[in-house]
């Protein structure tokens, strides 16, 4: 059967690097969300199959079509329901194709395109969106040899290179905000809420800090009590976390919650009672989960996912050669690999 040149893969998404948090979390879709949206892309008409991924920093939909420009406008439409508002710029979305979207795909699953280089939890992350593809029925032979393939080049990458030395997790790069911001983590008071992959490597980034006190809460109890007795804290009630504030010094918040958990009004009540001390909150969270209006409350500083940015331009200063090296790994891999991806997906989907 001949090829149909028409048919591609495509890449249509936004980032920290493309789009403020104030954007990215207006695309975020939870975990629980993944198969919905999924099946639901893969309904539209010129998408053939599809895999949808959504971490804190990006929201991208891997996709082949055979009428990029109708799946183009029908996926944007699902998003948006419409046009695109005006408040958000077509400027945030980058939208590759063929051999870029290879590449790109690939870097992601490396942890080269993440915030943080070499991220652990990325790779993770892409395998859960795959999976939940899978279960979606969103995907077929040339979705699953693809991702099949760029899995081994992530690993190759990770395997061959220094870029996972260091801080390589959001939560590890959050604590060094914290200790900046404080001075010293030894004898604070730290509140964790939340229990997923990034509460868990935040709280572990504390305990190797020198953080003594470290209190976890979550809607799920039984998660907060795991992630507490592997890092020495005490569990806290979710319904009860709120007073506790009245003698933290930090808080890092990273739920999969879709509203506001910390808002100026509930704060306010609870700063009366603070003496005056100095209130660190860190909004890991997308969509965000701390009310930015508290960032005028007296006494408050307040640091979401984007402000973790200056330090991490230190980390990928230091890993310049690695980064360039696992560049390199993917260029030979896509010489080798991506004119058979791609032209037997194309076979494959006509």
Same mark, same amino acid.
């Given at each position: 059967m001949e090829s149909n040149s028409q048919t591609q893969l495509r890449c249509l998404g936004l980032n920290y690097r493309t789009a403020p948090v104030a954007v990215r979390e207006r695309f975020a879709v939870p975990r629980s969300g993944l198969v919905?949206?999924?099946?639901?892309?893969? /309904?539209?008409?010129?998408?053939?199959?599809?895999?949808?991924?959504?971490?804190?920093?990006?929201?991208?939909?891997?996709?082949?079509?055979?009428?990029?420009?109708?799946?183009?406008?029908?996926?944007?439409?699902?998003?948006?329901?419409?046009?695109?508002?005006?408040?958000?710029?077509?400027?945030?979305?980058?939208?590759?194709?063929?051999?870029?979207?290879?590449?790109?795909?690939?870097?992601?699953?490396?942890?080269?395109?993440?915030?943080?280089?070499?991220?652990?939890?990325?790779?993770?992350?892409?395998?859960?969106?795959?999976? /939940?593809?899978?279960?979606?029925?969103?995907?077929?032979?040339?979705?699953?040899?693809?991702?099949?393939?760029?899995?081994?080049?992530?690993?190759?990458?990770?395997?061959?290179?220094?870029?996972?030395?260091?801080?390589?997790?959001?939560?590890?790069?959050?604590?060094?905000?914290?200790?900046?911001?404080?001075?010293?983590?030894?004898? /604070?008071n730290v509140l964790v809420v939340g229990a997923g992959e990034i509460a868990r490597s935040t709280a572990q980034s504390l305990r190797s800090r020198g953080a003594e006190?470290?209190?976890?809460?979550?809607?799920?109890?039984?998660?907060?009590?795991?992630?507490?007795?592997?890092?020495g804290g005490k569990v806290i009630r979710f319904a009860e976390w709120i007073p506790y504030l009245e003698q933290i010094d930090i808080v890092i918040v990273s739920t999969a919650a879709p509203v506001y958990v910390v808002t100026a009004d509930v704060l306010s009540a609870v700063l009366a009672a603070r003496s005056q001390r100095s209130l660190f909150l860190i909004d890991l969270s997308v969509p965000r989960n701390v009310d930015p209006a508290c960032a005028v409350l007296p006494g408050v500083h307040l640091y979401d996912i984007d402000d973790m940015q200056g330090i991490?331009?230190?980390?990928?200063?230091?890993?310049?050669?690695?980064?360039?090296?696992?560049?390199?790994i993917i260029r030979d891999w896509l010489q080798e690999n991506a004119p058979d991806i791609l032209h037997r997906n194309a076979v494959l989907l006509t």
């Amino acid at each position: 059967m001949e090829s149909n040149s028409q048919t591609q893969l495509r890449c249509l998404g936004l980032n920290y690097r493309t789009a403020p948090v104030a954007v990215r979390e207006r695309f975020a879709v939870p975990r629980s969300g993944l198969v919905q949206g999924n099946a639901a892309i893969a /309904a539209l008409q010129g998408v053939q199959e599809c895999v949808l991924l959504s971490t804190c920093n990006r929201t991208e939909i891997y996709y082949w079509t055979e009428s990029p420009d109708l799946a183009h406008r029908n996926i944007m439409s699902y998003f948006f329901g419409g046009e695109i508002p005006s408040e958000v710029s077509s400027a945030c979305f980058y939208d590759y194709q063929s051999e870029s979207a290879l590449e790109h795909l690939a870097c992601v699953a490396a942890g080269l395109d993440s915030m943080v280089v070499g991220e652990t939890e990325i790779f993770g992350q892409l395998k859960e969106a795959y999976r /939940a593809a899978q279960e979606a029925g969103s995907t077929s032979t040339a979705a699953n040899r693809t991702f099949q393939r760029v899995f081994s080049v992530g690993k190759k990458v990770r395997t061959e290179t220094q870029i996972t030395s260091g801080p390589t997790s959001l939560g590890a790069v959050a604590v060094q905000l914290a200790g900046r911001a404080l001075g010293n983590l030894e004898g /604070a008071n730290v509140l964790v809420v939340g229990a997923g992959e990034i509460a868990r490597s935040t709280a572990q980034s504390l305990r190797s800090r020198g953080a003594e006190s470290i209190f976890v809460a979550n809607r799920s109890y039984d998660r907060a009590l795991l992630l507490a007795e592997q890092v020495g804290g005490k569990v806290i009630r979710f319904a009860e976390w709120i007073p506790y504030l009245e003698q933290i010094d930090i808080v890092i918040v990273s739920t999969a919650a879709p509203v506001y958990v910390v808002t100026a009004d509930v704060l306010s009540a609870v700063l009366a009672a603070r003496s005056q001390r100095s209130l660190f909150l860190i909004d890991l969270s997308v969509p965000r989960n701390v009310d930015p209006a508290c960032a005028v409350l007296p006494g408050v500083h307040l640091y979401d996912i984007d402000d973790m940015q200056g330090i991490v331009s230190d980390t990928h200063s230091r890993r310049a050669s690695q980064i360039e090296q696992g560049r390199g790994i993917i260029r030979d891999w896509l010489q080798e690999n991506a004119p058979d991806i791609l032209h037997r997906n194309a076979v494959l989907l006509t």
